[in-house]
Every structure is written in structure tokens, then in C-alpha cells.
């Protein structure tokens, strides 16, 4: 069963504080006005709450003046054309919401509305003008509740000493579906709040741009298997631990004379160029014609520049023939200092995309390169969530791991914990409970994994 969650018992709150009023004040006015604002108005943070407060407040006047000038103009109509007041009323509706159109408010249209309703359908036989001030009253009454409630929070110490690096594919993001709006509206609440945290991923800067949605990332990102750092912000390569000039141009040589193509990765003044020559494959065209588009990376005809750091080379093959490729360059001089990457994410079951990196770009590398640079860097925890074979090092180098629930079992043998539950949202929850726990709040679902 999911748990009530700390909106649904602020809005309890609030409702209560509403119906309290109501006593106090010697149960004058119509206390299910003010209970209905203090429901709609409660937001799950207080920047949210605001604006929908001011909102509510601009629809109720507005709602209330109009529905008086309704009231006041439909007088004239005799009781035997009931029907007629009625129709009076359901027009007024349209320039009640149109004003706050008109105001750039459109969220107090809906409240406009009801307002308007309330004060022309009300069963009071008092004067309009005192009806239409009481309603006004009583909405408005809700509204501030709502919003002092939610001003309000229970002290939290905030954890600062934790660093928390997060895989991406198959980890935050579901390759179904995406990253949840629960992980992106949470994140960017944490980020804004100061908490640190990056994402870890085998895609480049440019593919992730793509998908990593409306996170507000402030930290680079750990890019490519770890062989770059990025700053999304900025749009600049921060650093690159790529192959150097003459191992790349040994490995260019013998694929090119044993008539295999591939795509070769250059970075060039924060800019990603992608070699490339005539396709041998259908998948490599497919490859080709997907990624081409993007405004991040620029596809080149030719041969490696002279200038420019070659951060990998990537091999579109069949699975048997890239065990054979892969052993034949094992073969070649200085091969010890090469790492070799497989990813059949975006292939057809037969092929794979066999990536050739230098054996310290990793993840893990660059992980603790960002933490270097942060101030009290010796008395920060790194938090490592992940799921593939690609981000065992960087779970293995953190202080505390976290294997999500569809990882891999080697994720999961390597990993402090295993969560439990949706990937990215376990992964937001856990992160939420790390760095600002309420004082009763449970750890998330997750247990123990005992390592040898």
C-alpha cells in the first residue's frame, strides 16, 4: 500500500484550522468555503503553494464582484422567469473567467468560477453585498491557511557530507517509460537545495541532453563511460581521458585494412565530431541516420583530424565477429591500456556496439576526480546508485552502493544495498532519506547485501 504522504496530512491540518475558525468565530459564515480553498490550495512546496494562492485570491475577488453585479442586475427579472436568472448566471461565467484571462492569471479562472457560483446560488436572504463579502471572506480565510500550513516545517538536519552519483539507463531513467515526474520534481527540489549529486552514464553528452529531461543539474556529468566530464549548463567538455594520438592511429590502421568501419570520437573545442567513412552494415547506417540529427555532435567524412582529443571508437558488429575483432586487437602493441565496452541497448539481438576506450576512462575515475575538487572533500561520502556492468567500478569505489531492483546480479553481488520498488524513484527515495530525514521517517525499502 502506498504511504500518506506529508501533503495529505498538511491539507488535514489545514482543513482542521479552517472548521477551528469557524468555531472561534461563533459559527458564523459557511465554513465548507473555506475548507474546499485550503484543500485546492495546498501544494506539495511552498514556491507552488504561493502562486496558487495568489491565484485563488485574484479568482475570488473577481468571481465575487462580478457574481454581486449579477446578483444586482438580474433583480429587475420577475420570479415567473426563473429560468432566465439562471441563464443570466451561466453567461456570467464567461467574462467572470475572461478578466483573469485578461489579468494573465489563468490559474483563478476555475476559482472565478466558483466564487461567482457561490455568491449567485446561495439560498441567503441577506443583502448581496454583505453574501458576496462573507463568501469572498470565507475563500480567502482557506487560502492563507493552506499557505501558513505548508510555511510551516518540522526541523530536518540536512546531511551535506554525502555525494550521491547516479547511473542513468535502466537506473533513473526507465527505458520504458522515462524519468517519473515524481524523480524530476524531487531532484530539482534537492538540487536547489544544494545537495550534490550527478549523473553517471555510457551515452554521450549529446544523447543525454535528449532524455535527461527538466533535472537541473548544477554539477557536470560523468559522460561516455566515464571518459569525459561534462558541464550540461555550459555546454562544455570539462575534461576528456581519451586515447592518445598513435594508439588511435594503430587501431585506424588495422580496421581499415582489415575492411572494418567504425566511427571514431573526437573532441574538438567543446565540440563532438564523429569520423566516419562508407557504411559496411545496416545497423551502422540506422546508427548513423538517428544520431545525425542531433545539434550536440557532427558527423564528418574522412579521416582522424590532426588536432582534437579521440576519447573512443565505436564498432557496429555482430557478436561473433566482435569477439574476433576484439581479440585481434588485444594482439596489437600497447593494447594492455586499452578498455573494450559492449552495449546491445539499441541493436537488433545479433549485433552489438563494441566501444574501445583507454582503460582508465571509467567511471570510477572521474567520480573521484569530481570529488578532488569539492571543498572538505575528505570527509565526503560518495553514494553510488547503479544497475549495468558499466557501473561496477564506480559502486565498488563508493562508500555506500546501491544496486537498483533490475540490475544485474553483478550489480547486485557488488552492492552495499539492493533497493526495492520503481528504479528512479527508489533511487530519488533513498537519496531524500540520506540528506533530510524526517525524525520518524522508515529507511526505504531496501536491504542489506551480505559480502564476503
Not at 502506498?2 to 468565530?25: D, E, F, N, Q
Not at 443570466?88 to 461565467?93: K, L, N, P
Not at 552519483?165 to 536547489?192: H, M, R, T
Request: hydrophobic share 45%; net charge neutral; charged share 25%.
Amino acid at each position: 500500500m502506498p504511504k500518506i504522504g506529508m501533503r495529505m496530512v498538511k491539507t488535514a491540518i489545514a482543513v482542521a484550522i479552517c472548521l477551528l475558525i469557524y468555531l472561534l468565530r461563533g459559527k458564523q459564515g459557511a465554513p465548507v468555503f473555506s475548507t474546499i480553498a485550503a484543500i485546492i490550495c495546498m501544494q506539495p512546496h511552498v514556491e507552488n503553494s504561493v502562486t496558487v494562492a495568489f491565484n485563488r485570491i485574484v479568482g475570488t475577488l473577481t468571481g465575487a464582484i462580478v457574481g454581486l453585479l449579477v446578483l444586482y442586475g438580474v433583480d429587475w427579472i420577475p420570479m415567473d422567469f426563473e429560468w432566465m436568472r439562471y441563464f443570466c448566471i451561466a453567461i456570467a461565467v464567461i467574462p467572470a473567467m475572461y478578466i483573469t484571462i485578461v489579468l494573465k492569471k489563468t490559474g483563478a479562472a476555475a476559482m472565478a468560477g466558483v466564487v461567482l457560483l457561490s455568491v449567485t446560488l446561495s439560498q441567503d436572504i441577506r443583502d448581496p453585498l454583505l453574501n458576496a463579502i462573507d463568501r469572498s471572506f470565507e475563500t480567502i480565510v482557506g487560502i492563507v491557511v493552506s499557505l501558513g500550513v505548508n510555511v510551516v516545517h518540522l526541523p530536518r538536519k540536512k546531511h551535506n557530507e554525502f555525494f550521491f552519483v547516479s547511473g542513468f539507463d535502466g537506473a533513473l531513467c526507465c527505458e520504458k517509460y522515462g524519468i517519473s515526474p515524481y524523480s524530476v520534481f524531487e531532484l530539482n527540489q534537492l538540487l536547489n537545495d544544494g545537495v550534490k549529486f550527478t549523473i553517471a552514464t555510457e551515452r554521450t553528452p549529446a544523447s543525454l541532453l535528449a532524455d535527461v529531461g527538466n533535472i537541473h543539474l548544477k554539477l557536470p556529468v560523468i559522460a561516455m563511460d566515464g571518459a569525459v566530464l561534462y558541464d550540461l549548463k555550459e555546454k562544455r567538455y570539462l575534461a576528456c581521458h581519451g586515447l592518445s594520438k598513435e594508439m588511435t592511429k594503430r587501431l585506424c590502421d588495422f580496421l581499415q585494412e582489415k575492411g572494418i568501419h567504425y566511427f571514431l570520437n573526437v573532441v574538438l573545442q567543446d565540440v563532438l565530431l564523429i569520423y566516419h567513412k562508407d557504411f559496411q552494415n545496416e545497423e551502422e547506417k540506422k546508427l548513423y541516420e538517428k544520431a545525425r540529427i542531433s545539434p550536440h555532435r557532427n558527423y564528418v567524412y574522412g579521416d582522424m583530424p590532426e588536432e582534437g582529443i579521440p576519447v573512443y571508437i565505436l564498432l557496429v558488429l555482430q557478436d561473433d565477429e566482435a569477439d574476433v575483432v576484439e581479440q585481434q586487437i588485444k594482439q596489437l602493441e600497447g593494447a594492455k591500456d586499452l578498455l573494450f565496452l559492449r552495449d546491445k541497448s539499441e541493436t537488433p539481438p545479433e549485433y552489438c556496439h563494441l566501444k574501445i576506450y583507454h582503460k582508465t576512462a571509467t567511471k570510477e575515475y572521474m567520480m573521484r576526480r569530481m570529488l578532488e575538487g569539492m571543498d572538505n572533500a575528505k570527509n565526503i561520502k560518495i553514494v553510488a546508485f547503479g544497475t549495468n556492468k558499466n557501473d561496477l567500478s564506480m559502486m565498488a569505489a563508493a562508500d555506500i552502493s546501491y544496486a537498483t531492483s533490475e540490475a544485474i546480479p553483478e550489480a547486485k553481488g557488488i552492492a552495499d544495498y539492493e533497493l526495492k520498488g520503481k528504479q528512479g524513484d527508489s533511487i530519488v527515495r533513498t537519496i531524500l532519506y540520506l540528506y533530510e530525514p524526517f525524525p520518524w521517517q522508515r529507511k526505504p525499502k531496501c536491504h542489506k547485501k551480505q559480502k564476503n
